[in-house]
Each structure stands twice: as structure tokens, then as C-alpha cells.
């Protein structure tokens, strides 16, 4: 089990962790390590889901992308959380998690639509089981804890994963959906991606409690701390919290390596010393120093990921460099199921302007 | 059948709970209590824990979560318990449950029902006696209905929850104690209705105004008046057909709302009216609504609230002589 105090709700003194800094296991962690072929496809998907960030940015540098949030550095936490999912639970992330979408299967050209200027949302929620990313901070918090009531009351087995960061603790929607969830006991796993900063205000300005996961125990929701540059850790802690039947707050304790979007300067408000000692506790080398410890991350299979990753993000830059045009008329569609008589007149000015 | 409004809407909630399971009633005491106002009186008893139910004091966590479970292909109907107290849920009505359907571009419906008790006339303190239907009117993507009668409190509130998008139902909480016929006759959710028909002038009036208007109306006979009054009962789509067609009928209007008149409702009706009816008006379109002050408490709220005398002396300055310069009287 992994709350040390299972009486008390409350999260580990330190965080849970199965690797260490350096890749070597943790012997007495009491998180059950994944199996061999699961942490290789851990490694495989951060390494592509770190290409794909990059490519992100890149993209904002040539005017592809309107604006990019990047999550380098928090890639255990958005490849670990999703692949711990089961097919029929439901994730609902925020804008930081692009990388945890197309790791849940949904096409980058619809991940990014948001992001280029295009449509609000790319991509069909239903088809992949992910809600629309949340801009303003842990509204989607309160759609997670419904949509899993929903499902207990449909007799369902769907937990859903909710993404949010530090900054969104502070939101009164996360308090109020932690609160609905420990009172209707919602299959719901709130994962705090702690990475320090809510654009440029520290933790130590968000929070006077002794962590974040400590605020689940006024609501009854089970807390936990764990390291989250720890793929495996992170995969471990989200899984057992999915398949508990029950709410789980987990805090996930990384960092944002990148500023807050293309358009932030993070030399503003931190180091770069700070920086350069979280890059030490990269999550992708870390699980690449176990698996090649263990000998199972020969030099044929990573370059066979890094082209894998090269190619994805090919694939990403030809679909994003397509000129799409957007129809006006569409302005009007989807407003409501039918057109009000009222919109309809608007859809025929405009569409007269433009004649 | 002769019932209040409040007993047309139980046995709305009733009715839409029996014939779809999916159909889920919660809220601030709306279980065992049955609703501070009884709305929901006895639903608990009949449907069980699981649809009808009490929540947390939260009414952003509210709505919040009635957006997940309508994601999830249920059709919740939600109570805010009074009109101000519904604030604290602005962000998740405004921002995701008025916009899920646009930015998921069909994707996803949120068939969600807010039921809110507004307005004023009961003596109600601080908090308790708002009209805060513009906030809901001006954003895009929410219905907005009110009943007048217990009638279309019952057909409204059926329509509301059958209809594919967010409604926002808004009832006039002074008058759930009014008592009405229920008809049974359909009349489309997005149409205003011809209360009583008349001549001489259109009063345009909503929800708790409806009553207070055709008060108006039988009072206006004696002063040789012939007055026509339309209840919109859809607030947002707005109606412009059935109003216009009155207004170009009787070349006079007046608008009444109980909300605050600087950038109200009442405002929107006066310029849809001009810019269609210019030409069939002898006079300009005036309003009669509450003041522009902040709800005042109940020792002073019949100053507030618009009523016959107010109105009659709103229809008396239409210009019914042809001693007019300029917009002024002579």
C-alpha cells in the first residue's frame, strides 16, 4: 500500500519513488515495480513524447503554432499517468498536457488545433476518452468527479484521471471537486503535476501547507507524494489509485524545464542553477539508466526509438505546415443544436459582407 | 387542473424522472427537505438517493459536476437555491457548460437544466431577491427560460429538460404560490405568448412581471385603454416575431422587469423593437424596471418594484396626444 498513515489519509514524508536519481531501484519502495515490456514502453513514449515537445516549440519559432505550453521535464508524469490508465477510463488534462494527449492515442494536428488558432478543441473526446483541455485552472477537476459519478450510477467501471497543476490547487473548483469526490467517493485520480511554478509564482507563494497531496485530507480523499520524475513510481501510484474504486489525490513532485509557454521569460524569476539541478534528475534519462542497466535497453533498440521519435515529429511538422482554411460560416454552427432564427441572420450578414 | 406553480414544476421534475431514467435532480436540500421552497417535495421518497439527492454547499462543484455526468449521457437538473447564490458557479456556466457544444464543435451536448428562484416580492434579506437574468441572456450558447403561469412552469420546464442544450430556468419565486390551470396544450419552448389582447399598447413582460402586467391591463380599462400583453417566457432566443407583431399592431410599448434597467434585459427588447417596428411606433419604447441600485432590503422593496400604478403612468407618457415637439410633451 502506499500511504503510510492509511488512517490518516495522509502522503509519505518523502516521496514514493522506484528509481532513483541515477536509475538505480529503490529496494525497500512500496510501490510494485511495472513489468519489464510496460517500463519499455514507458521509456519509448517519453522519448517520443519529449520529441514531439520539442517539435511543439519549434513550431511556435516558424509561426505554426500560435502559442506552446511545454512540458519538458514533466514527461513521467504525462506518459506514466496515461499509460497506467485502463481502456475505459476517461482523462481530462489541461493545456500543459499535449504530450499526455498524443500519448493516449489522439492525432497531434488535433492535439495542437487549440494551440494553432484554429478550433477551440481538435479533436472527438468520446473517441479517445479525453475531455477538452482546461485552460482556466481546475474547472476540469469538477467535470472528472461527474463524469465518474455518472459512470458509478451507470454501473460502469470508469475511474477518471484528472490533470492539474500547483497553481490550480489554490482554484476553489479543486477544493469544492476534492470535496464532491471524497463525499460520493468518485473513482477520480486528481494528479498534481507539482513543478514549482504557476507561471512565474512560486510554490512558496501558492501553499503554506506541508505539501500539496496534504489537502486531500480535510476532504477525505487518500493522499500521496511521489517523485515525479520517476516514470515508474508515477505509473505505479496512478494505477493502484485508478483501480481503487475510490478518490486519490496524488502530488507529483517535478519541474517545468522550459518557461510557463514560447511567450514566457523564465530568466525572470528563476535561475539557471535551478534549472541545471533538475536537469540532473532528467525522468528520461533515469529510466533509461535502469532499463540499460538491466540490459534491456540495448543500443539497437534506442536508436530504434529515436528514429521512431524522429519520425513522429516528421509527421507532426508536414501535418502542421498544411495551410487549413476556416469557413465563417462555421462561426455560427454548433451554438446551439439548431441555428436560432436570430444567428441564422447573422450567419447571412456576414456571409453577404464577405460576397 | 388547478395547481400553484410550485406544484406544476414538482410534477414537471416528476414526470421527466419517470419517463427517463437518465434524468438526475440535486442541489442544496432538495432531498429529504424537498427544496427550501418544496419544489422537490417528496422526489427523494419516490425515486430514491441515487437521482434525487442532496450535495455539498457548493455551487460552482455544482454545475461542475452536472457537466461531467451530462458528458457522460446523463440529463441533470440542478437547483440553485436563490438567484445570488448561483454566482459562485458563474465561471462553469459561463465558461464550459454555455461553450462545450461550440468548441467541440457538436461534439459534445450538455443537456443541463439550472433551476433558479429570482426576483423579488417576498420579503426576502440580502442575497435572496436578485434578478440576474442578464448575466445569463448576454452569454451565447445558453437558453434562457422563465415561466409566468403555473401552465408553462410545467411546459417549460418538460421542454427545458428534453432540449439538447443548456437551459438556464428561471423561476419567479413570488409566484410559486400562484395558482393556474394546466392545460396541457404544446406550445413551442422558444415562443412568447399573447396573454391578452388589446389596441391600444403591447406591455412586454416575464416571469414574476406577467401577473403584475395583465393587473395592469384590467386597471388601464378605466382609464380607456385597451392594452395587449405579451410574456416573452423566452428570455434568450428572444421572440421577434410574436412581439413585433403587437407592437406593430398597437404602436405603443412598454417594457417591465423587476431586474436594474442600466444595461438590463429590457434594454435589448427596446432596441429590437425600434430597429423593427420604427415606422409603426408613435412614441418611443419605455421601460419600467427596478432601479438602478442594488436589491434593497424588504421594509423598502415596494419602492423598487415596478407595479400597476408605475406602469399605467409608463403607458400615460406615450404620447397620446399630438402635443409633442421633439420628444418632449409641450
Known amino acids: 500500500m502506499v500511504h503510510t498513515r492509511e488512517r490518516s489519509l495522509l502522503p509519505t514524508e518523502e516521496p514514493l519513488s522506484l528509481l532513483r536519481k541515477d536509475g538505480?531501484?529503490?529496494?525497500?519502495?512500496?510501490?510494485?515495480?511495472?513489468d519489464d515490456d510496460v517500463l519499455l514502453e514507458l521509456h519509448r513514449r517519453m522519448v517520443v513524447g519529449r520529441r514531439f515537445d520539442t517539435q511543439a516549440t519549434a513550431l511556435t519559432k516558424q509561426g505554426r503554432l500560435a502559442v506552446y505550453p511545454s512540458s519538458r521535464g514533466q514527461e513521467a508524469c504525462e506518459v506514466g499517468s496515461v499509460l497506467a490508465m485502463r481502456a475505459e477510463d476517461w482523462l481530462f488534462p489541461t493545456?500543459?498536457?499535449?504530450?499526455?494527449?498524443?500519448?493516449?492515442?489522439?492525432?497531434?494536428?488535433?492535439?495542437?488545433?487549440?494551440?494553432q488558432g484554429g478550433w477551440h478543441l481538435g479533436y472527438d473526446p468520446y473517441e479517445h476518452r479525453v475531455g477538452p483541455q482546461c485552460t482556466p485552472l481546475a474547472t476540469n477537476t469538477l467535470h472528472a468527479v461527474g463524469f465518474a459519478h455518472a459512470a458509478r450510477l451507470k454501473g460502469e467501471d470508469t475511474a477518471a484521471l484528472v490533470l492539474l497543476g500547483d497553481g490550480a490547487t489554490s482554484e476553489g473548483d479543486t477544493h469544492e471537486a476534492l470535496n464532491f469526490a471524497g463525499v460520493w467517493r468518485a473513482p477520480v485520480v486528481f494528479l498534481v503535476q507539482n513543478n514549482g511554478y504557476a507561471i512565474s509564482v512560486p510554490l512558496s507563494k501558492q501553499n503554506a501547507a506541508p505539501t500539496l497531496a496534504h489537502k486531500g485530507v480535510g476532504y477525505g480523499v487518500p493522499s500521496v507524494l511521489v517523485d515525479g520524475n520517476d516514470v515508474a513510481a508515477v505509473y505505479a501510484v496512478v494505477r493502484e489509485?485508478?483501480?481503487?474504486?475510490?478518490?486519490?489525490?496524488?502530488?507529483?513532485?517535478?519541474?517545468?524545464?522550459?518557461?510557463?509557454?514560447?511567450?514566457?521569460?523564465a530568466t525572470r524569476y528563476r535561475t539557471s542553477d535551478e534549472v541545471a539541478a533538475w536537469l540532473d534528475r532528467d525522468p528520461v534519462d533515469r529510466i533509461e539508466a535502469y532499463l540499460t542497466s538491466r540490459g534491456l535497453l540495448d543500443p539497437a533498440r534506442r536508436s530504434a526509438v529515436a528514429a521512431e521519435a524522429e519520425e513522429f515529429a516528421a509527421s507532426v511538422r508536414d501535418k502542421m505546415n498544411v495551410d487549413r482554411t476556416y469557413d465563417p460560416a462555421a462561426l455560427f454552427e454548433h451554438v446551439y443544436a439548431t441555428p436560432t432564427r436570430h444567428l441564422r441572420e447573422q450567419a447571412a450578414a456576414l456571409a453577404e459582407e464577405l460576397a | 387542473m388547478t395547481?400553484?406553480?410550485?406544484?406544476?414544476?414538482?410534477?414537471?421534475?416528476?414526470?421527466?424522472?419517470?419517463?427517463?431514467?437518465?434524468?438526475?435532480?440535486?442541489?442544496?436540500?432538495?432531498?429529504?427537505?424537498?427544496?427550501?421552497?418544496?419544489?422537490?417535495?417528496?422526489?427523494?421518497?419516490?425515486?430514491?438517493?441515487?437521482?434525487?439527492?442532496?450535495?455539498?454547499?457548493?455551487?460552482?462543484?455544482?454545475?461542475?459536476?452536472?457537466?461531467?455526468?451530462?458528458?457522460?449521457?446523463l440529463r441533470p437538473v440542478v437547483e440553485m437555491q436563490f438567484d445570488a447564490f448561483a454566482y459562485p458557479a458563474f465561471e462553469q456556466i459561463t465558461s464550459h457548460l454555455a461553450k462545450m457544444r461550440n468548441r467541440t464543435r457538436g461534439r459534445v451536448s450538455l443537456p443541463v437544466v439550472i433551476r433558479v428562484p429570482?426576483?423579488?416580492?417576498?420579503?426576502?434579506?440580502?442575497?435572496?431577491?436578485?434578478?440576474?437574468?442578464?448575466?445569463?441572456?448576454?452569454?451565447?450558447?445558453?437558453t434562457v427560460v422563465t415561466p409566468g403561469t403555473p401552465d408553462d412552469a410545467y411546459r417549460l420546464l418538460r421542454d427545458s429538460i428534453a432540449s439538447p442544450d443548456p437551459v438556464i430556468f428561471l423561476e419567479p419565486k413570488r409566484r410559486y404560490w400562484a395558482k393556474g390551470e394546466l392545460s396541457g396544450a404544446a406550445v413551442p419552448m422558444d415562443r412568447a405568448l399573447v396573454r391578452r389582447t388589446g389596441r391600444d399598447v403591447t406591455l412586454i413582460a416575464y416571469g414574476p412581471m406577467v401577473a403584475t402586467a395583465l393587473e395592469t391591463a384590467e386597471a388601464a380599462v378605466e382609464e380607456g385603454w385597451d392594452v395587449e400583453v405579451v410574456d416573452l417566457r423566452s428570455l434568450s432566443p428572444f421572440d421577434d416575431e410574436t412581439v413585433c407583431a403587437s407592437v406593430r399592431k398597437t404602436g405603443r410599448a412598454v417594457v417591465v422587469h423587476e431586474a436594474a434597467g442600466f444595461g438590463g434585459y429590457g434594454a435589448e427588447v427596446v432596441a429590437r423593437v425600434t430597429e423593427r417596428c420604427f415606422h409603426h411606433l408613435h412614441a418611443p419604447v419605455l421601460r419600467v424596471t427596478g432601479f438602478d441600485i442594488p436589491y434593497p432590503p424588504p421594509k423598502l422593496e415596494e419602492h423598487h418594484l415596478p407595479n400597476v400604478d408605475r406602469i399605467l403612468d409608463a403607458v400615460a407618457r406615450l404620447q397620446w396626444d399630438d402635443e409633442v415637439v421633439g420628444g418632449y410633451r409641450a
Not at chain 1, 498536457?97 to 497531434?108: C, E, K, N, Y
Not at chain 1, 502530488?251 to 524545464?257: D, P, S, W
Not at chain 2, 438517493?49 to 455539498?56: I, K
Open chain 1, 95 to 115: 493545456y500543459r498536457d499535449s504530450v499526455a494527449l498524443v500519448t493516449r492515442g489522439v492525432d497531434p494536428a488535433e492535439t495542437l488545433t487549440l494551440l
Open chain 1, 24 to 34: 538505480s531501484p529503490v529496494e525497500d519502495s512500496p510501490l510494485t515495480m511495472p
Open chain 1, 241 to 265: 489509485a485508478l483501480e481503487s474504486g475510490g478518490p486519490t489525490l496524488v502530488e507529483a513532485l517535478t519541474y517545468r524545464i522550459e518557461a510557463h509557454t514560447n511567450a514566457d521569460d
Open chain 2, 3 to 73: 395547481v400553484s406553480m410550485g406544484r406544476a414544476l414538482n410534477q414537471a421534475l416528476a414526470d421527466a424522472l419517470s419517463e427517463d431514467p437518465g434524468v438526475l435532480v440535486f442541489g442544496e436540500d432538495v432531498g429529504p427537505l424537498g427544496g427550501v421552497f418544496r419544489v422537490t417535495d417528496g422526489l427523494t421518497a419516490r425515486f430514491g438517493e441515487s437521482r434525487v439527492f442532496d450535495t455539498p454547499l457548493a455551487e460552482s462543484g455544482i454545475v461542475g459536476t452536472a457537466i461531467g455526468m451530462a458528458m457522460n449521457g
Open chain 2, 118 to 142: 429570482y426576483g423579488g416580492g417576498i420579503g426576502g434579506v440580502e442575497h435572496h431577491c436578485d434578478s440576474s437574468e442578464a448575466y445569463y441572456t448576454h452569454t451565447p450558447g445558453l
